[in-house]
């Protein structure tokens, strides 16, 4: 039962790196980056789930705290994931309002 | 029956994934993207973790709100086409890539530690050190702004050095420009 909730994680990076790989549209790259960011974050969290313990905040009489390591780790992923999303968004507009398109088979002008 | 419901939204998060992916209306495509974001927070919240949940929800709220902004400044539908057999080269290699990716993952996932029992080398000296000397409510806060404040600095720094990027690529005037009118 745990294998299958860890593979699950591993299922959605690989739809996110279907999505990057396949498509073509711009918007729909940046919605696979964006998975393949939720898929790390899914699994951080899952290894750091403890079963019958409560979330890190310190209680007289608790001793079972879940990791709270990679939950610190976490905002880290999350800011570089949206930056890097904003700056994509950011480029994409000013591509759109040069060639009239989002689909990247058609702008071709920085093919080697 | 805890990691059975846990699936049941996980199940619920892979289709919406899906359905991201294969939407040809981008709008809709977006609000499955948040679908999955907000599942996630869900998922969270079973899990135990409060501080990655108030973090996941304003970064969910800002990617919206941006896509949504870009997909009506552009185009609407996703009108392209597969690749073609000439471009088939990057596909194949990202597909075996792909293939690399899942041998190694299931590879990889007999050395995790099993599900519910966390490895706490670090974490438990952490924990001794935030309740016997630094004496805060919230731990991942104390790792946040005392263990690793130069980690938390540098974030600071990479979301400024976004601010500084988005306006000079999105700056409507060069300077030459503005000097002639």
Known sequence: MGTLIYISSFLLFLIGLYCVVVKNNLIKIIIGIKIMGYGVCLFYIMISYKSNAIAPIVLKDAKNYTDPYPHAIIPAIMAASFAAMILMLATSIRLYEKHKTLDMSKIKELKG | MFEIL????????????????????????????????????????????????????????????????????????????????????????????????????????????????????????????????????????????DFRAFNTLIEVILLITLFVGVATILRKKGRKDAESN
Do not use: H
């Open chain 2, 6 to 145: 846990i699936i049941v939204f996980l199940v619920f998060i892979l289709i919406a994934a899906v359905a991201a992916v294969e939407m040809k209306d981008l709008l809709s495509s977006i609000m499955a993207l948040s679908v999955v974001g907000f599942g996630l927070v869900i998922i969270f919240i079973f899990l135990a973790a409060p501080e990655v949940v108030s973090a996941q929800l304003i970064v969910e709220m800002l990617c919206f709100v941006s896509l949504v902004v870009v997909v009506n400044k552009t185009s609407k539908t996703d009108e392209t086409k597969l690749y073609s057999m000439r471009e088939i080269s990057p596909v194949s290699a990202g597909l075996f890539f792909a293939i690399i990716f899942i041998i190694f993952g299931l590879w990889g996932i007999k050395g995790l530690p099993p599900f519910g029992e966390p490895v706490m080398k670090v974490s438990s000296i952490y924990i001794q050190k935030v309740i016997s000397e630094i004496g805060a409510k919230n731990i991942v806060t104390a790792i946040l702004m």
